[in-house]
């Protein structure tokens, strides 16, 4: 099957192409620049008035695993008031703050994604999270899974165990759970609170010994010397607490050069100043991101409206429950690993913090330099829905209206932030960086998130249109591998995307540890805590594509 699409303007970074006109040649799913001899075209279309750019991929989403579940069915208001009927290609679903699995995936395709990340997979619950996230139709998936609070590292790091030993852990748990990437979540703060601890700065020592310092150092380090192309991804400790940017600069300091990214960084990014002892440190992250370039993030931009947040980090949900709207709210552990906590949440324009927040995810967006350094989140769903999108790349984009939003929001959050002074808009080059090329790069994707030859055919046609938000959330066409899945913002053909995984090497010896440790101290057997490759594709009904990692 040969297709052509003609006529496009084509923002493609990765090969530096800033909306030339280029046609494009789509053979048995893959990208080629033109024709050989002997293939015959099938298909054409005209894109002339269209922009073109490589299928969106999104880092950090939470769409699968228990506490997205446990979210789904928290929120029934949001299941009834939001129902999403079946078709003849569609399966029936529900929800807008937490939509149901197969909802996610047809979103997600609607607005031109077909990469989604599931950035917290606890890891005894990696099978259930694989589960849900096969039931997500469309998108390419993968998981990060949880370490840094789990009792086996802590123990490793207590006892001094050496940089190689703890490796071959990483390496193997990543093997075990099928993810492609370690996150850590308030390094060892989680551990703390199951101590009665309700706070833990980055060089505090907390119960299991050590601090949230050398967890991250271990852990950026291992990571890095197995090669694996993400780098850690780091929740930092003292989520949403005022001030709290000094223990985010901390903690870049603890990769200690090495690459780091730091998530939902608007939430890390709170001074202490003014009437209301809250105020944006967005100024100071940002240049400590442009300053430090093995640092990356992710922004987790708030939208007003309502919410439910969902996090590993047991110790601030904790926190914050008494914010709970409406009033309800879950805090839950499995074989203490790490952690959950899930709060309903309203984000309110006349709240003074949440119009503050707000300001500050965009005032971070607006001082970061590099757009290869900083991606489009809302940390889905705990910023906002991920249905956000096309309005947040409006704000990004659009200086005028994104002054008009400024002006209704909380007037105390106007005089503390200075967002109106910025006179940056992004343009379409820099979004096709940030949604599709700096994802794809920093995952180690090489076949996705560009239109050079040998891509996978993940591409997103927009039809052009004076309001960005409409044009960015109704794609003229999406193609997934080169089949048309979306037409005019519609699903016209499902598919099922596969699992990105990294399987880097290590030495088969520590499995003994493991097998004691689980034994002695797990419910679950150590045979069955393991996903095997056949498990991933003949049970849970996920195909893996693992990508290489680089060992040192
Ligand atoms: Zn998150």
Redesign the pocket.
């Known amino acids: 099957m040969a297709i052509k699409l003609t006529g496009g303007e084509i923002y493609d970074p990765a090969h530096q192409v800033d909306g030339q006109n280029k046609d494009l040649y789509i053979v048995d799913g893959k990208l080629q620049k033109s024709l050989t001899d002997n293939e015959k075209l099938d298909q054409t279309y005209d894109l002339s008035n269209c922009i073109v750019m490589a299928g969106a991929i999104d880092l ?3 769409i699968g695993g228990g506490k997205v579940n446990i979210a789904r069915t928290m929120m029934l208001e949001d299941a009834h008031s939001h129902p999403h009927p079946g078709s003849d290609i569609l399966r029936s679903g529900n929800g807008r703050a937490v939509p149901s699995t197969f909802s996610s995936g047809y979103r997600y395709a609607e607005m031109g994604y077909t990469a989604c990340f599931e ?2 997979v606890l890891p005894v619950n990696a099978r259930q999270a694989h589960m849900e996230l096969a039931d997500t139709p469309m998108v390419d998936k993968g998981g990060y899974a949880l370490l840094g609070n789990d009792d086996f590292l802590l123990n490793m790091i207590r006892e001094g165990a050496t940089q190689n030993a703890i490796n071959d852990y990483v390496a193997w748990l990543l093997d075990a759970t099928q993810c492609i990437g370690i996150k850590v979540v308030n390094a060892g703060g989680i551990h703390a609170f199951k101590y009665n601890q309700r706070r833990l700065d980055v060089d505090e020592t907390g119960p299991a010994g050590s601090n949230p310092r050398e967890i991250i150092a271990t852990l950026s380090k291992a990571v890095h010397e197995l090669g694996i192309a993400f780098p850690l991804h780091v ?1 930092a400790s003292n989520l949403g607490v005022p001030g709290n940017f000094a223990s985010t600069l901390a903690t870049m300091a603890a990769a200690d050069g090495l690459p780091i990214h730091l ?2 960084i608007q939430f890390h990014s709170y001074g202490t100043e003014g009437d209301y002892k809250f105020s944006s440190a967005a100024c100071e992250i940002a240049e400590a991101i442009n300053n430090n370039k093995n640092v990356s993030a992710d922004v ?1 931009q708030i939208m007003f409206g309502q919410t439910i947040t ?2 590993g980090d047991t110790m601030m949900q904790y926190f914050g429950h008494d914010h709970a709207s409406p009033k309800k709210w879950t805090i839950m552990d499995i074989e203490c690993e790490a952690g959950c906590g899930v709060i309903p949440f309203k984000y309110r324009d006349k709240s003074f913090v949440n119009a503050l927040q707000w300001a500050i995810g965009l005032e971070i967006f607006l001082q970061v330099n590099d757009p290869w350094r900083v991606f489009l989140t809302t ?2 769903p ?1 910023g906002a829905p991920f249905t956000s999108y096309p309005h947040l790349i409006k704000l990004l984009m659009d200086r005028s209206f994104r002054n008009d939003v400024f002006k209704i929001i909380h007037k105390g959050a106007q005089k503390a932030s200075n967002l109106a002074s910025m006179d940056r808009e992004y343009s379409l080059y820099e979004i096709a960086i940030m949604t599709r090329a700096a994802p794809a790069k920093i995952l180690g994707l090489s076949n996705h998130g560009h239109l050079g030859e040998g891509a996978n055919a993940n591409i997103t046609v927009y039809r052009k249109q004076n309001d960005i938000e409409q044009m960015f959330a109704k794609p003229a066409y999406v193609f997934k591998n080169g089949t048309l899945i979306v037409k005019d913002g519609e699903i016209v053909e499902t598919v099922q995307g596969v699992t990105h995984v990294v399987k880097p090497e290590f030495d088969r010896a520590i499995e003994k540890r493991l097998k004691k440790y689980f034994d002695d101290f797990q419910t679950i057997s150590f045979n069955n805590f393991k996903i095997s490759n056949d498990e991933m594709i003949e049970c849970i009904g996920n195909e893996i594509e693992t990508h290489p990692c680089g060992k040192i």
Request: charge should be negative.
């Open positions: 950090h989403t939470h950035p917290a929740h998530t939902h987790g969902t996090s940390d889905h705990n």
